[in-house]
C-alpha cells in the first residue's frame, strides 16, 4: 500500500500532508468532496456512491489514493489498468471506466487509466493534485507500465464555443493563450494531449468533450 508525507504550501507556510490508499473508512468523506468539487451543472449521479468506491479499494486498491492536509480528507484521485490502442484512441468515460464500477480493471494493462480526480474547493491553492498525480506517476514506473492517460475535461470551452473548434480551443490553452482550469493543471502536471473526443461525458461547460491527455513512463521504450 502507498503512503508518502510531505509538505505542500499555503503561500509560503508549509501544511504537512500525507497522500495514501483511501479505505472504506473514507467513502462518505470522500463522497461529500465529490458534491463540494462538482456542483451544478455538474450531474450529481456521476459523483462517487458506496458500491463504486467499494470496488475502487476491492479491485485496485493500488490505483485509489487520497491526500489529507493536517488530517482533514481534501481530495482524491482513482485510477484503473486498462488497454489502450493508440490507433483507436477514441471512447467514452462510461465504457472505459464502466460507470466508475472499474469492473472493467485489466490486472494485465499497460494504461494506468485516471477515473476521477477532485480537490475540496478550499485546497486548491495547495499543489494537492500534482500530488496525487505524482503518486500515480510513481505507480506507472514501479509497475514499468507504458503510459498514464485520461480524458480532462475542458471547461473553459463554453466561453468559446461560439468561434472556436474543440481543437482550436485546445491549440489556444497549450499556446498559453487561454489557460483552463482543467487543461492547464494536467499540462503542468505533466500530461501531453493526444486527442480531442467528443461525446466523451456529459458535461455542459466542456460541450460534451474532452481531452485525451498522457503520460508517457520516460523508462520504457
Request: net charge negative; glycine share 8%.
Amino acid at each position: 500500500m502507498y503512503r508518502k508525507e510531505q509538505y505542500v504550501f499555503s503561500g509560503d507556510q508549509p501544511r504537512h500532508a500525507v497522500i495514501r490508499n483511501y479505505t472504506e473508512a473514507d467513502f462518505d468523506e470522500l463522497i461529500q468532496i465529490q458534491a463540494e468539487s462538482f456542483p451544478p451543472p455538474f450531474p450529481s449521479e456521476l459523483w462517487w456512491n458506496r458500491e463504486q468506491l467499494m470496488n475502487h479499494v476491492t479491485l485496485f486498491p493500488e490505483g485509489a489514493i487520497c491526500v489529507e492536509v493536517e488530517g482533514v480528507l481534501a481530495g482524491s484521485m482513482t485510477a484503473l489498468l486498462v488497454h489502450f490502442d493508440p490507433e483507436h484512441p477514441d471512447h467514452r468515460w462510461e465504457d472505459v471506466t464502466d460507470n466508475g464500477y472499474i469492473r472493467n480493471h485489466d490486472p494485465k494493462g499497460e494504461t494506468l487509466y485516471i477515473v476521477d480526480i477532485c480537490i475540496r474547493p478550499g485546497y486548491r491553492k495547495l499543489g494537492l493534485g500534482q500530488c496525487m498525480m505524482q503518486a500515480m506517476y510513481e505507480l506507472v514506473v514501479q509497475r514499468g507500465l507504458t503510459r498514464l492517460l485520461g480524458g480532462g475535461r475542458m471547461p473553459g470551452y463554453s466561453r468559446f464555443a461560439d468561434k472556436l473548434s474543440p481543437e482550436q480551443y485546445v491549440e489556444r490553452v497549450v499556446s498559453g493563450e487561454v489557460k483552463d482550469p482543467v487543461i492547464t493543471f494536467l499540462l503542468r502536471c505533466g500530461r501531453v494531449p493526444v486527442k480531442v473526443v467528443a461525446d466523451y461525458l456529459e458535461d455542459e461547460e466542456s460541450h460534451n468533450h474532452a481531452v485525451l491527455m498522457e503520460w508517457k513512463n520516460p523508462f520504457t521504450s
